[in-house]
């Protein structure tokens, strides 16, 4: 299947509603609001907000519903890739095939569309058309997943661990974190806005795993690309003795980890009305080319 096109409609929809809800340009400070634009509007394959919108339809829910907290974890993902990209982290000069946001703007200006980019996506949230109870869940939901337990204190291991001895505990611990807890806060959030609230923990679950195997696969990925492919350095990991599964594993181990982390994820959607797609995306996470 190719889910690049079955997604294509789902992408447009997030990025016509992203272009709403992020500030205009028109108004002050300019600058900050074009930075947040051109980060957050950068072409982008736009998974976690896709699998918010699909774990949605998955539980009996309106996708339509979802969009903004669909929106708002997109929001939360460029926020991450703002920092990380910055001098005091990766100091990547592309991202999405285009220079950095720090490269285009100058990295005070960065850290601050990343700063309120983070806010808008609460911000976003708080707005939903949705009972309290929900809403408030959704918030808490992506609050665990972005802060310390998940993508900041994942990559705060990672940061640290850099030129070090890293045992696969710590590895794991890193990935789960910095990648796959906001994969798994997608589908929950997902999966709360529907109405087949049994559903929730196996969609949070087939997030871990999927995150997981995600990240695995753009850690071999980063070894065996081209910058062209990826849209940013590669062989990059590797330079800055990061902590990934290649280092460990090795190429050919590393990849049978991310299948069998994707075929534990396609255990957890089994009766769905769209398994096909969350399955699918589940492969297409680990045979992507990008």
């Known amino acids: 299947m190719d889910f690049e096109s079955i997604l294509q409609p789902t992408i447009n929809q997030v990025n016509a509603r992203l272009d709403q809800l992020l500030p205009p340009t028109t108004e002050t400070p300019s600058v900050l609001h074009e930075a947040m634009r051109y980060s957050c509007l950068a072409p982008g ?12 339809q998955a539980t009996g829910g309106d996708p339509k519903q979802a969009l903004d907290a669909a929106c708002a974890v997109e929001m939360i993902h460029c926020f991450s890739l703002i920092h990380d990209d910055l001098p005091g982290i990766d100091n990547d000069d592309l991202r999405r095939g285009m220079p950095t946001c720090h490269k285009k703007f100058g990295e005070a200006v960065a850290i601050l569309a990343g700063d309120a980019l983070f806010a808008l996506a609460f911000e976003v949230l708080g707005n939903q058309q949705a009972e309290t109870t929900v809403v408030v869940e959704t918030m808490k939901i992506l609050t665990r997943a972005v802060g310390t337990y998940g993508l900041v204190g994942g990559e705060t291991i990672d940061v640290l661990s850099e030129g070090k001895p890293v045992d696969a505990d710590t590895l794991e611990l890193i ?16 999966s709360l806005l529907g109405s087949k609230q049994d559903a929730r923990p196996k969609l949070k679950e087939y997030g871990e795993c999927m ?23 590669a062989g990059s990991d590797r330079d800055r003795q990061k902590a990934t599964y290649p ?13 069998d982390l ?10 769905l009305v769209n398994q096909s797609i969350l399955e699918g995306l589940a492969k297409y996470s680990v045979e992507r080319l990008y």
């Open 45 to 56: 394959k736009r998974l976690r907000p896709a699998l918010t919108l699909i774990c949605t």
């Open 247 to 259: 280092a460990i594993y090795g190429i050919d181990e590393s990849r049978k980890k991310a299948f």
């Open 175 to 190: 990935h789960r974190r910095k990648t796959a807890s906001l994969i798994a806060a997608a589908c929950e959030i997902g």
């Open 211 to 233: 995150g997981l195997a995600f990240q695995i696969a753009d850690d071999f990925l980063n070894e065996t690309g081209t910058p062209e492919q990826l849209g940013k350095a």
């Open 262 to 271: 994707a075929e534990k994820a396609i255990q957890n959607i089994q009766g």
